[in-house]
């Protein structure tokens, strides 16, 4: 049987960025404001003044430092702090398609392949714009691609699940090569009037494309060696967005958005992810330092050390676990596949890497990967 590889990744990165000073600007004129407005209530004890941000706080808390996002005006006013986005008509095409298109076309030049060459696109992320049409087979359409497409949703781990998912049909025959699409438009579900985690997300689009081996064009590229995946039920990272919002009895929330308890995640997910690598690579007969690459999930950089530290006993660098949650934010399953992305030319061949994802649901995916090099036919 043909290994199976990625053989081609990109990344569609958003112009606008946000800054911290600038988020925490528009988040502290909002709490100005609002507790000018509730100043009577404030003062007889019936309303609790808000608190303001702060730039040293978030930096040193999570490690980020600016995100992008698809708009900035809607998020840093502070009358809206929400992006602000014209409706698309059934006509136009999604904003979701137009990410995915703009990042698979990258995969697919990389891995020099064209539709014709693939038979399945997997859009896997933690919104979808819409329940349906599927957003996959309208990015299947867009890329002129045959076969079947469809979207999948495990949060933070949309990613590595779907890749999975891709390994899995394509080893079964069912897909010569599959494209895996994050398209995460994280700032949609994102309160930027919730002090403890306004700061958290950004926005991109991630594709890796998947192949067999026997199918490659491309010489230099990456063997999966395993997939593994978790999941364990936890409210701690909750979204309560959804369609039956609109039938409830009680006047539902105005707006259902992310909410998670930060603390909780850490110290839960830390030991999870942590345990979860260490048991994967072990049924590979790997030692954490055979790893030439560790690419986690990336929403903390505390955590990510942490995690690294635990796994190797020793202080790690940069070398090894790269971060991208500095300038992108968390990125929800796009995080590790950016930090893929951008960081896995250097590897020589048989060096191996560790895909990480975690977050809701809990949910853990990892991918172990070998580079490798193709022989041309
Ligand atoms: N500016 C200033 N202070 C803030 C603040 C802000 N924006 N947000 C919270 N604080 C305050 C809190 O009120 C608290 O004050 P107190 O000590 O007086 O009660 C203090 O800072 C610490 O808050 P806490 O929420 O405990 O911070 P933390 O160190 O846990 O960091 C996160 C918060 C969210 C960055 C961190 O918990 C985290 O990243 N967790 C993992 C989340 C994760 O991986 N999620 C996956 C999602 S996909």
């Known amino acids: 049987m043909a290994r199976i590889v990625i053989s ?115 859009v896997s992320c933690s919104n979808m714009e819409r329940p349906y049409p599927a957003i996959a087979v309208e990015v299947q359409e867009a890329l002129g691609i045959e076969g079947f497409a469809f979207d999948m949703n495990i949060a933070c781990s949309s990613a590595t699940f779907a890749i999975q998912t891709a390994v899995d049909s394509i080893f079964r025959g069912n897909a010569r090569a599959i494209l895996v699409i994050n398209p995460e438009i994280c700032s949609a579900h994102l309160n930027f009037r919730d002090r403890d985690s306004h700061f958290i997300f950004g926005d991109v689009c991630t594709a890796v494309l998947l192949e067999r081996e026997d199918c490659c064009s491309a010489a230099n590229v990456f063997e999966v060696v395993g997939t593994k995946l978790s999941t364990t039920y936890s409210t701690n990272i909750y979204n309560g967005f959804g369609f039956l919002n609109r039938t409830m009895r009680e006047k539902p929330e105005a707006a259902k958005l992310f909410r998670q308890e930060g603390r ?91 895909i990480c994802s975690f977050g809701a649901g809990y949910s853990v995916g990892n991918v172990i990967v070998r580079r490798i090099t193709v022989e041309k036919k």
């Open 8 to 122: 081609g990744s990109g990344v569609y990165t958003p112009p606008l960025c946000i800054s911290n000073k600038e988020l925490v600007d528009s988040f502290n004129t909002y709490v100005h404001n609002f507790n000018a407005e509730h100043d009577a209530d404030i003062a007889a004890g019936v309303c609790e003044p808000l608190q303001q941000s702060s730039v040293e706080f978030i930096e040193k808390a999570s490690g980020i430092k600016s995100r992008y996002v698809i708009d900035r005006d809607g998020i840093l006013d502070p009358e809206r702090m929400c992006p602000s986005l014209p409706e698309r008509g059934r006509d136009q095409s999604s904003i979701q398609c137009d990410m995915s298109v703009a990042a698979a076309r990258q995969a697919m030049e990389q891995a020099s392949k064209n539709a014709a060459d693939i038979d399945a696109v997997i």
């Open 264 to 354: 909780k995640v850490f110290k839960e997910v830390v030991p999870m992810a942590t345990e979860f690598i260490r048991s994967h690579l072990a049924e590979h007969g790997i030692a954490p330092d055979d790893l030439r690459r560790v690419w986690l999930h990336q929403a903390n950089l505390n955590m990510n050390q942490l995690i690294c530290r635990k796994l190797l006993g020793r202080e790690i660098s940069e070398d090894l676990t790269p971060t991208i949650l500095d300038t992108y934010a968390n990125t929800a399953s796009a995080g590790s596949i950016i930090c893929y992305h951008k960081y896995h030319e250097d590897l020589k061949d048989q060096d191996l890497g560790i």
